[in-house]
């Protein structure tokens, strides 16, 4: 799975060129809208505002929407703690298996796959590596380039 999500960017120039900049909107997360006074602190700022859309749908236990594909359009990715964080979200959900079994499978307290799922919390990556390996899952990081 890659959380890489395409983003609607429009200028918008107001009469004052300072109060000009460019709006960020996600059309795959509609409550997901940021703006910068020039492109790139706006696409910036779409990173925050990603991390902050998933977190609140992994905290309110919703759907986590598949990237539509970019069709040309500038993409976005959450940082390395929130993309682990959505994808062993993902990952415990598909696969039926209650938290309180995870802990078991992993020889740990329930309270640590709780802070697994906890988006503002600093999980360290072999934690992430021991909950999916009890899941029959690998996480694998990959790095692109940047446009």
């Avoid at 700022?45 to 594909?69: G, H, Q």
Wanted: hydrophobic fraction near 45%.
């Amino acid at each position: 799975m890659r959380f890489l999500y395409p983003v609607q960017v429009t200028e918008y120039v107001e009469k004052r060129p300072e109060d000009s900049g460019f709006a960020v909107g996600f059309p795959d997360l509609p409550e997901a809208l940021t703006w910068g006074l020039s492109r790139e602190e706006a696409l910036d700022n779409a990173v925050d505002c990603l991390e902050e859309a998933l977190a609140a749908r992994i905290k309110a236990r919703e759907d986590l929407p598949p990237p539509s594909p970019a069709r040309g359009r500038a993409t976005v990715a959450p940082g390395s703690l929130i993309g682990a964080k959505a994808a062993f979200y993902l990952v415990l959900r598909d696969s039926g298996v209650k938290p309180s079994e995870l802990a078991r499978r992993m020889g740990a307290q329930p309270s640590l796959v709780t802070r697994l799922l906890d988006p503002a919390h600093a999980t360290k990556p072999d934690l992430f590596d021991a909950a999916f390996a009890a899941l029959g899952k690998r996480m694998v990081v990959s790095v692109v380039n940047v446009a």
